[in-house]
């Protein structure tokens, strides 16, 4: 409540970040110079197109389209779907640099690609307490429907290939690109999931337990929305990733899934990196390796350019 000065930081879509210092309480820049009035600068690089969606449930979803370079509508591209899915973020937030790939190795608007996110209900929106709450104990199910629907509606853009669409994630991400896959092959023909909760009763209960209750009461939604009981609906293209040291999603998480497909005889692409953690970022070349892995992944089965 003493505070005299504090730092002001803005960006957004297409801002690069921003800060000035301001005296309180009047909330006056330092100095006029150095101000963000006077240094904001735009990237007209960064062209996001922000969108509102209603899906076939009656649910109006948040989503954004970054659209190929020298895109041409009369030409349809391929479509590439970035998800998370779980209550605890968004990922349509109006800041720089979060609409780009941060594995792809090159640059994927370059190489013909429309990159998509969007929010389902649940996550952390400023849209009231029934969005945030009904999640609850519908982790896996509510909010893929959501993303499902929500992509159904975005592909209705003549633009868009709908046999060319791919979604990765990574963590809850990962676990919901798992459910999307399984559940709405139809839709999504490919997919990346990194680091994912494969079964909703192996994770921190301080989280699960927030959102999804006590498996003890109704244990029925937490296998429900669980990944392994759903690889039965897997008709295309994944590549799975896990580190064996995850000290947050354990690796148990991949075998369960791993014996659930070989169960089922569904083919799919596998790759386990030794002793790295839930970043996957420790070890010589690691990160290289893993975008290389990534990106031939998505150009083999999702394949760029407009056609």
Not at 190 to 196: C, E, K, L, M, P
Request: some cysteine.
């Amino acid at each position: 409540t003493n505070a005299r000065i504090a730092k002001h930081t803005f960006s957004n879509s297409n801002t690069p970040p921003v800060t000035e210092w301001v005296t309180l309480p009047d909330n006056r820049p330092f100095s006029s110079a150095k101000s963000i009035a006077a240094n904001i600068k735009t990237d007209p690089s960064q062209d996001i197109e922000y969108i509102q969606i209603a899906t076939e449930d009656n649910v109006a979803l948040d989503a954004w389209i970054n659209k190929q370079k020298n895109f041409n509508p009369l030409k349809k591209y391929p479509v590439v779907f970035y998800v998370y899915g779980e209550p605890a973020a968004s990922t349509v937030g109006d800041q720089y640099g979060s609409h780009s790939n941060f594995l792809y190795m090159g640059d994927m608007a370059a190489d013909g690609y429309i990159q998509v996110a969007l929010d389902n209900r649940g996550t952390p929106s400023l849209k009231g307490a029934k969005w945030r709450k009904s999640i609850y104990r519908n982790i896996g199910t509510l909010n893929i429907r959501d993303m499902a629907m929500g992509a159904k509606r975005i592909l209705e853009r003549p633009y868009m290939d709908k046999n060319r669409v791919a979604v990765w994630g990574w963590s809850g991400g990962a676990a919901s690109t798992l459910n999307l896959l399984f559940s709405y092959p139809e839709i999504f023909k490919t997919g990346v999931a990194i680091a994912a909760i494969t079964n909703q009763l192996n994770y921190d209960n301080i989280y699960q337990e927030r959102y999804m209750g006590l498996p003890q009461e109704n244990r029925e939604d937490f296998i429900k929305g669980s990944p392994v009981t759903n690889v039965k609906g897997l008709q295309g293209n994944l590549l799975y990733i896990h580190g064996t040291g995850d000290d947050n999603v354990h690796y148990d998480n991949a075998e369960l899934l791993l014996n659930e497909l070989i169960k089922y005889n569904k083919q799919f692409e596998f790759m386990a990196y030794p002793n790295r953690t839930h970043s996957i970022n420790e070890g010589a070349g690691t990160r290289l390796h893993l975008g290389t892995l990534y990106t031939n992944f998505i150009r083999k089965n999702c394949e760029p350019g407009a056609k």
